[in-house]
């Protein structure tokens, strides 16, 4: 696996790949909707041009196919907008194709964009993910921890969980 700059070529295939992890979350949530592909491609170009960005896919080992992605930005005091937090950075992706699951891209990802994370100097760093979804056993194993901050994720109906973790420097 490599780990590669998402570029504006890419989005189409991350956007296939992020509903592919939308429509698995039917195995434990039940019937619920998915949102649109377009909904994807949207969400990503907009990380392509927003200020600070960092957006990367993974790359299984034949180097063509994108089995994962991630992005974070600094955190916001409101959901898209409102004034910057600083020190505070805010991973808004972390998708790993459901075929590719437990191979530790998803793991590797992590910990390269809180690698980023500490190069730009953030202190923190926060998540929101679906509360009860696999994803928190990863998060939780990687060391987030879980806050009290819940909302619902409106295009699924899903509760929605926060997770913080302090990004100490290595000594």
Same mark, same amino acid.
């Given at each position: 696996?490599?780990?590669?700059?998402?570029?504006?070529?890419?989005?189409? !295939?991350?956007?296939?790949?992020?509903?592919?992890?939308?429509?698995?979350?039917? !195995?434990?949530?039940?019937?619920?909707?998915?949102?649109?592909?377009? !909904?994807?491609?949207?969400?990503?170009?907009?990380?392509?041009?927003?200020?600070?960005?960092?957006?990367?896919?993974?790359?299984?080992?034949?180097?063509?196919?994108?089995?994962?992605?991630?992005?974070?930005?600094?955190?916001?005091?409101?959901?898209?907008?409102?004034?910057?937090?600083?020190?505070?950075?805010?991973?808004?992706?972390?998708?790993?194709?459901?075929?590719?699951?437990?191979?530790?891209?998803?793991?590797?990802?992590?910990?390269? !964009?809180?690698?980023?994370?500490?190069?730009?100097?953030?202190?923190?760093?926060?998540?929101?993910?679906?509360?009860?979804?696999?994803?928190?056993?990863?998060?939780?194993?990687?060391?987030?921890?879980?806050?009290?901050?819940?909302?619902?994720?409106?295009?699924?109906?899903?509760?929605?969980?926060?997770?913080?973790?302090?990004?100490?420097?290595?000594?």
């Amino acid at each position: 696996m490599r780990v590669r700059e998402l570029t504006r070529a890419d989005v189409p !295939a991350v956007a296939e790949l992020c509903h592919r992890c939308d429509a698995s979350h039917r !195995a434990w949530a039940g019937d619920v909707p998915v949102p649109p592909v377009a !909904a994807a491609e949207l969400e990503w170009h907009t990380r392509l041009v927003r200020r600070g960005c960092w957006a990367v896919v993974a790359l299984d080992d034949d180097g063509a196919t994108i089995t994962g992605a991630a992005s974070f930005a600094a955190a916001r005091e409101g959901r898209d907008s409102g004034a910057v937090m600083p020190g505070l950075a805010h991973l808004s992706a972390l998708f790993v194709d459901p075929p590719h699951w437990r191979r530790g891209i998803g793991r590797a990802l992590l910990a390269a !964009a809180e690698d980023a994370m500490r190069e730009q100097r953030y202190e923190r760093a926060r998540l929101v993910t679906l509360e009860g979804s696999p994803a928190e056993r990863l998060y939780a194993a990687c060391g987030w921890e879980r806050t009290h901050v819940r909302d619902v994720f409106a295009p699924m109906g899903l509760p929605t969980i926060q997770y913080v973790k302090a990004l100490s420097r290595p000594a």
